[in-house]
């Protein structure tokens, strides 16, 4: 018993070595579909069907179109400010041909991502107004049921092959992290028990 301590930290530090090896292995897959330096793919990769860069200028709005597939399934959108600055500000509203509204949004994020049921077959329109001071560049993403999405599911996609394995790693990290501290714990009780035991020999 008195050796149970050291094990769980050991078993932890397996855990952590595990979970970097995990990140490691990611790494070196990553390619251009990562922003900059990081190692995550762009918002873009996690739609089926992304829009072309439109510049919206101040003041002024532009209408986004997506026609669906299918009824009665989520479709998830999204708006990505490509060229984000910090007091850039747009209003997101949508509609379908027939008048009828799926709601407003404000934002003030570069990326903003929601989903709605969509009742019918129907083309909806995202209109897209800024109202900020200064032009802003914009793409819609679109994925209909996004949980059998092929930009989520496809095992050669930038999401799959890099984000599911980080998280994974992230996870292991964690555990690895408790596991360790437990096993710090169970070992200065294990070091005190026997320390006040041997006052009795």
């Known amino acids: 018993?008195?050796?149970?301590?050291?094990?769980?930290?050991?078993l932890g530090a397996i855990l952590i070595i595990s979970a970097l090896a995990v990140a490691y292995t990611v790494v070196p897959s990553t390619d251009s579909s990562i922003i900059g330096n990081d190692f995550?793919?762009?918002?873009?990769?996690m739609f089926d069907n992304v829009s072309e860069k439109v510049r919206i200028d101040a003041g002024t709005a532009y209408t986004f179109s997506h026609t669906t597939s299918a009824?009665?399934?989520?479709?998830?959108?999204?708006?990505?400010?490509t060229n984000y600055k910090p007091d850039d500000h747009v209003s997101?509203?949508?509609?379908?041909?027939?008048?009828?509204?799926?709601?407003?949004?404000?934002?003030?994020d570069p990326i903003f991502i929601k989903s709605f049921i969509v009742?019918?077959?129907?083309?909806?329109?995202?209109?897209?107004?800024?109202?900020?001071?200064?032009?802003?560049?914009i793409t819609m993403m679109f994925?209909?049921?996004?949980?059998?999405?092929?930009?989520?599911?496809?095992?050669?996609?930038?999401?799959?092959?890099?984000i599911v394995?980080?998280?994974?790693?992230?996870?292991?990290?964690?555990?690895?992290?408790?596991?360790?501290?437990?096993?710090?714990?169970?070992?200065?009780?294990?070091?005190?028990k026997s320390?006040?035991?041997s006052r009795y020999i």
Request: proline residues 9%; glycine residues 8%.
């Open 40 to 45: 995550l793919p762009s918002p873009e990769s």
């Open 92 to 108: 997101i509203s949508i509609s379908n041909i027939f008048g009828d509204k799926f709601g407003s949004f404000d934002e003030r």
């Open 71 to 81: 009824s009665q399934v989520p479709l998830m959108w999204g708006i990505h400010i």
């Open 165 to 192: 394995p980080l998280a994974m790693a992230g996870f292991l990290l964690i555990i690895g992290l408790v596991v360790i501290i437990s096993g710090i714990i169970l070992g200065v009780m294990d070091w005190r």
């Open 143 to 162: 994925s209909e049921n996004p949980e059998k999405s092929k930009a989520l599911t496809d095992p050669n996609s930038p999401f799959v092959k890099n």
């Open 119 to 137: 009742p019918k077959v129907d083309t909806y329109n995202f209109y897209v107004e800024n109202k900020g001071k200064e032009p802003v560049t």
């Open 1 to 10: 018993m008195k050796k149970r301590g050291p094990i769980v930290m050991i």
């Open 195 to 197: 320390k006040n035991q």
